[in-house]
T-cell receptor, first 113, second 111 residues
Framework: GAVVSQHPSRVICKSGTSVKIECRSL??????MFWYRQFPKKSLMLMAT?????????EQGVEKDKFLINHASLTLSTLTVTSAHPEDSSFYIC?????????FGPGTRLTVL | GQQVMQIPQYQHVQEGEDFTTYCNSS?????IQWYKQRPGGHPVFLIQ?????EVKKQKRLTFQFGEAKKNSSLHITATQTTDVGTYFCAGLGSGTYKYIFGTGTRLKVLA
């Protein structure tokens, strides 16, 4: 099946710093990628839809200036958490779609101290 | 906005017992997908249902899409310890491009 990678898998940063998370579709091209956030033992909350060559579409309540999304190519989308705070600590997961199926990356666990 | 609820939230079963999780959407869906997330892992796609009343089987798993395309169920026959995890449904609303995930059902199987 289609493979989606995420990097890094874990990151610990200090409050106030920015963290970039990469999402790559390894064996297919994805015009659309999705970014989710998952709190412990909770469901996946869609943050934004990343479209190649255009601005991301953010869900209600998600700060676009805090969570910067760039879809640089058909195989790469990045999420940058700017000026991170402890409340941004979470599990961030991306997905890429092909043929109406979503394939998820392994996720990035962000801890902000 | 569209909401997708799942019941039960948790289920503990003895190995060999059956298990069912139900998914209910506040709006009509174009299609619905099911995912399994193992503890510490990421969601893995199981299946997609598109047609009203559709039933699909994967070995011990049976998936059903309601006639009104607002609800779905996943039934596992004779659970095994490998079935442990959280099962999510994700619904694609009519006229939208994004999937909304259900609240999930966490399954524990006791050996």
């Amino acid at each position: 099946g289609a493979v989606v990678s995420q990097h890094p898998s874990r990151v610990i940063c200090k409050s106030g710093t920015s963290v970039k998370i990469e999402c790559r579709s390894l064996d297919f091209q994805a015009t659309t990628m999705f970014w989710y956030r998952q709190f412990p033992k909770k469901s996946l909350m869609l943050m934004a839809t990343s479209n190649e060559g255009s601005k991301a579409t953010y869900e209600q309540g998600v700060e676009k200036d805090k969570f910067l999304i760039n879809h640089a190519s058909l195989t790469l989308s990045t999420l940058t958490v700017t000026s991170a705070h402890p409340e941004d600590s979470s599990f961030y997961i991306c997905s890429a779609t092909t043929l109406d199926t979503q394939y998820f990356g392994p996720g990035t666990r962000l801890t902000v101290l | 906005g569209q909401q997708v609820m799942q019941i039960p939230q948790y289920q503990h079963v003895q190995e060999g017992e059956d298990f069912t999780t139900y998914c209910n959407s506040s709006t009509t869906l174009s299609n619905i997908q099911w995912y399994k997330q193992r503890p510490g892992g990421h969601p893995v796609f199981l299946i997609q249902l598109v047609k009203s009343g559709e039933v699909k089987k994967q070995k011990r798993l049976t998936f059903q899409f309601g006639e009104a395309k607002k609800n779905s169920s996943l039934h596992i026959t004779a659970t095994q310890t490998t079935d442990v995890g959280t099962y999510f449904c994700a619904g694609l609303g009519s006229g939208t491009y994004k999937y909304i995930f259900g609240t999930g059902t966490r399954l524990k199987v006791l050996a």
